[in-house]
């Protein structure tokens, strides 16, 4: 399963973004599809998880900025990001939970920077 991420970019503090994280490969169903990021000298941290039943997770400093979701025709999860503001600034990374073969693996993305200017 190759993921593959794009949207990322510079944007000045209360603007937007929308990220897109496509999922290809052969026979796999995805369960939870998931966004983390990482900014300089911090850990990787979830922001927002969907699973498969559509239960959704935001971490509590994104809550009411960004909305998670998923194409499953499309194997696409995406994240609209909304009234950015510098602590945003990270490089932001997919995640999903794929199932193949009755095995569960987790899957990540490559990485895309976003960078919110004040």
């Known amino acids: 399963v190759t993921l593959v991420e794009s949207g990322g970019g510079l944007v000045q503090a209360g603007g937007s973004l929308r990220l897109s994280c496509a999922a290809s490969?052969?026979?796999?169903?995805?369960?939870?599809m998931a966004w983390h990021r990482q900014a300089p000298g911090m850990q990787r941290a979830l922001v927002a998880r969907i699973t498969s039943g559509d239960s959704i997770t935001y971490a509590d400093s994104v809550k009411g900025r960004f909305t998670i979701s998923r194409d499953n025709a499309k194997n696409t999860v995406y994240l609209q990001m909304n009234s950015l503001n510098p602590d945003d600034t990270a490089v932001y990374y997919c995640r999903i939970d794929a199932q193949e073969g009755g095995v569960t693996f987790r899957y990540w993305g490559q990485g895309t920077q976003v960078t919110v200017s004040s």
């Open positions: 490969g052969s026979q796999f169903s995805i369960n939870a």
